[in-house]
């Protein structure tokens, strides 16, 4: 493996999540929606959560949404992470309802520069030809 190739734990997507990949991948936010309930959800399984029907599609959301709670790692939990200390992550309320865990990006790692509830959205970062990563930064 090359000195500069991606060295941190990558995804290994399951049937029910390589849809979900797949749209990562083009630059895309989509997320599994029950149609019988209107309940958008994640993480992604064959059936809601809220209701329990199996009648569910995916559906492309905005990729905004807003920060619901954050922690500031100043240890790296993996050695790949070590240079990049301290690094933030981040539950965000998606607009469309659900909370995904995600990493924070493009902004100070300090509690003084980030707060609950401000606005973000969706960054895409192209780790190799089939794994793109779902970040999150301050909204512009």
């Not at 520069?113 to 089939?130: G, Q």
Request: charged share 20%; hydrophobic share 35%.
């Amino acid at each position: 493996m090359p000195a500069n190739a991606y060295a941190k734990p990558l995804p290994s997507p399951s049937p029910e999540t390589q849809f979900f990949w797949d749209k990562a991948n083009q630059h895309e936010l989509w997320l599994p929606h029950c149609r019988p309930c209107d309940a958008a959800y994640w993480y992604p399984r064959d059936f809601c959560p809220t209701c329990g029907s199996r009648d569910v599609e995916w559906r492309r959301a905005s990729g905004r949404g807003t920060l619901y709670t954050y922690a500031i790692h100043h240890r790296a939990f993996h050695p790949a992470w070590a240079n990049e200390i301290p690094y933030v992550t981040a539950l965000v309320t998606l607009d469309e309802g659900p909370r995904i865990f995600t990493n924070l990006v493009g902004i100070d790692p300090d509690p003084k520069a980030i707060h609950c509830d401000m606005p973000l959205e969706a960054l895409f970062e192209d780790i190799t030809e089939e794994v793109t990563l779902i970040k999150f930064k301050p909204a512009s």
